[in-house]
């Protein structure tokens, strides 16, 4: 099973700052990091687990509506490390966080995650 470690959460204030950590494994399926499409998920309280953000090889990234214009993902390959920065946080993005894998358009599907990281944000 991949291991994925994220790490960064915290309680933040409204209108606060985070950058969120991720430590992928070498390869997916025999897939070396370099060249996989890498995500950020995240699950809000009672809700299904959803996209936030995603980042192709070359650093191409694509991003949920609902973060567009605050969060930024990156990533170091040399590193096998995913990144999300969020700024501007709002108590709807209180939620825990994942990395993973790009699994395709239903999340919720997709059976292997890490822990995840906590992101609360107090109003």
């Known amino acids: 099973q991949v291991q994925l470690v994220e790490s960064g959460g915290a309680l933040v204030q409204h209108g606060g700052s985070l950058t969120l950590s991720c430590a992928a494994p070498g390869s997916f399926e025999g897939s070396p990091f370099k060249f996989t499409t890498m995500g950020w998920y995240r699950r809000p309280p009672g809700k299904q687990r959803e996209l936030v953000a995603k980042i192709t090889d070359v650093g191409n990234a694509n991003y949920a509506d609902f973060v567009r214009g605050r969060f930024t993902i990156s990533r170091d390959n040399a590193k096998n490390m995913v990144y999300l920065q969020m700024n501007n946080l709002k108590s709807e993005d209180t939620a825990v966080y994942y990395c993973?894998?790009?699994?395709?358009?239903?999340?919720?599907?997709?059976?292997?995650w890490g822990q995840g990281t906590q992101v609360t944000v107090s109003s």
């Open positions: 993973n894998k790009d699994v395709g358009s239903r999340p919720d599907l997709y059976d292997f």
